[in-house]
């Protein structure tokens, strides 16, 4: 059943989360941004594809990013699952590093700071408190054999 004891979050958690909600803003304006320009009003060109129904379908796509990046951090933060929380931010960290290797894509400093903190927040995900606060066990390293010499 659940659990009605009152857990604090451990501070590697409260970060991982703060880091990890960062890129959600961008990923929303973007979302109503390209379902905008693919029907109410088209641009011309287009800002990520080459037709206007590109432009939509880019809206929908980032518009159930959005939705499930909220969901990954709030599964996360209330300790039932970190592997969502985790597999979206490396999407997130994936897509910002090729909108910043790529020059048509807009500026690089949006993407750069959506990397660095897509980064830190995968890294924060898998620290010791992090895997405690999902009831999990760290993994821990393997003992090393004494040498013989």
Same mark, same amino acid.
């Given at each position: 059943?659940?659990d009605?004891?009152e857990?604090?979050t451990p501070?590697?958690?409260?970060?991982a989360?703060? &880091?990890?909600?960062?890129?959600?803003?961008f990923i929303?304006v973007y979302?109503?941004m390209?379902?905008?320009?693919g029907?109410?009003h088209p641009?011309?060109?287009?800002d990520?594809?080459?037709?206007?129904?590109?432009?939509? &379908?880019a809206g929908?796509?980032?518009?159930?990013?959005?939705?499930?990046a909220?969901?990954?951090?709030l599964m996360?933060?209330?300790?039932?699952r970190?592997?969502p929380?985790?597999?979206?931010?490396?999407?997130?960290l994936g897509?910002a590093t090729a909108?910043?290797?790529?020059?048509?894509s807009?500026?690089?400093?949006i993407?750069?700071l959506?990397?660095?903190?897509?980064?830190a &927040?995968?890294?924060l995900?898998f620290?010791?408190q992090?895997w405690?606060?999902?009831g999990?066990?760290?993994p821990?390293l393997?003992a090393r &054999?004494?040498?013989?010499?």
């Open positions: 059943m659940y009605d004891e857990r604090e501070p590697q958690v409260v970060g989360v703060a &880091a990890g909600v960062a890129p959600l803003p929303g979302a109503i390209f379902l905008i320009h029907s109410v641009v011309n060109p287009p990520v594809t080459r037709t206007h129904g590109g432009e939509f &379908a929908l796509v980032a518009l159930a990013v959005f939705i499930l909220t969901v990954a951090v996360f933060l209330n300790g039932t970190r592997w929380f985790v597999i979206m931010e490396l999407a997130i897509t909108f910043f290797i790529d020059e048509t807009g500026g690089p400093a993407s750069f959506v990397m660095l903190t897509s980064f &927040a995968v890294v995900a620290a010791p992090s405690h606060h999902v999990r066990t760290p821990r393997p &054999a004494p040498s013989s010499a």
